[in-house]
């Protein structure tokens, strides 16, 4: 268990990783629809402050438990409802709001969805979150035409499982998920799951 100081030190890690993102080249790391610059947010010192900012939503607080949320997507998740905007762009990954991560659940329940970057010829990159595994991923996901879309939809809703030792390699933790919002992951196609 992490002591309250140890909490507000990985916070304040987080957002400054967080922040230095922001002055990462000279794109702004949060933009709104009308590419405006969102302001970084409020002072976060805890769990429950990052949960009082985001939403009283109970469905998002129990998606939260139940897939045991890491809290650099609970401090993303408060940009949304301390600016009131319904989607963030993180150096072109659109990152999910609040209302739309509860609806990006699939029926096996062993991951959910956080963000994804278009990908060219109707396919996206999807960045998601491994419930059991506690680690993120990426996966390819749309698809150029209704077969490769369908395709796709029921291989993760009904067949994909995170858990496969197959997908052991293509899963990774905080580091990695800073250098895909960075787009710094060189070997990215090494860790694309693929239906």
Known sequence: MISST??????????KTLFNMLMY????????????????????????????????DNKLFEL???????????ILHTFFTVNGYDKLIVNYHHMFSPKNFIDRQYKNKKFIDLGMTY????????????KTLNKYFIRLDGGANGYDRN????????TFDPESPMYKDKMFGYDMFIKHLKNEMDNKNDFLIRS
């Not at 140890?6 to 957002?15: A, E, F, L, M």
């Not at 395709?151 to 009904?158: A, G, K, L, T, V």
């Open 6 to 15: 140890g909490t507000v030190n990985k916070i304040n890690k987080i957002r």
């Open 25 to 56: 080249d000279t794109k702004t790391f949060f933009r709104n629809d009308n590419d405006e610059e969102i302001p970084f947010g409020t002072n976060v010192n805890t769990n429950e402050t990052i949960n009082n900012n985001i939403n009283t």
């Open 64 to 74: 939260y438990e139940e897939y045991n949320i890491p809290i650099e997507i609970k």
């Open 119 to 130: 990908a060219g010829m109707g396919n996206f990159v999807v960045l998601s979150w491994a």
């Open 151 to 158: 395709d796709n939809y029921e291989f993760y809703e009904n």
